[in-house]
């Protein structure tokens, strides 16, 4: 049984901070690449960030990079998603997804909405 489980949401002032995390179970994590999408009432989910499944390549959206950053940890089967300088049109649900091999991401692979499992979601709101 596969679960990906957020946590680190909130409400939050502009310019402030937070970090999400995703605890994933049932998947061989370390084989796995992960990701963050958001969400917005009306609009398409679109990718953050996402991450190899060594950790060593990263894919981030324009409108986060130098504001966000994507790491794992392996061995505790976690993702993280550290937020900062935090804008108004960051508001959303954020979910974790995971996808398995062979995945691929880097800095000009799009991050396309096909990821395997998916999370429940944490909101977000920059105000």
């Known amino acids: 049984h596969v679960q990906l489980v957020e946590s680190g949401g909130g409400l939050v002032q502009p310019g402030g901070s937070l970090r999400l995390s995703c605890a994933a179970s049932g998947i061989p994590f370390s084989s796995y690449c992960m990701a963050w999408f958001r969400q917005t009432p009306g609009k398409e989910r679109e990718g953050v960030a996402a991450?190899?499944?060594?950790?060593?390549?990263?894919y981030y959206h324009d409108s986060v990079k130098d504001r966000f950053t994507i790491s794992r940890d392996n061995a505790g089967n976690i993702v993280y998603l550290q937020m900062n300088t935090l804008a108004p049109e960051d508001t959303g649900t954020y979910y974790c997804?995971?996808?398995?091999?062979?995945?691929?991401?880097?800095?000009?692979?799009?991050?396309?909405?096909?990821?395997?499992?998916w999370g429940q979601g944490t909101q977000v709101t920059v105000s």
């Open positions: 991450i190899s499944s060594s950790g060593r390549s990263t």
């Open positions: 997804a995971a996808d398995g091999p062979p995945c691929a991401v880097g800095p000009g692979i799009p991050l396309r909405l096909g990821y395997e499992y």
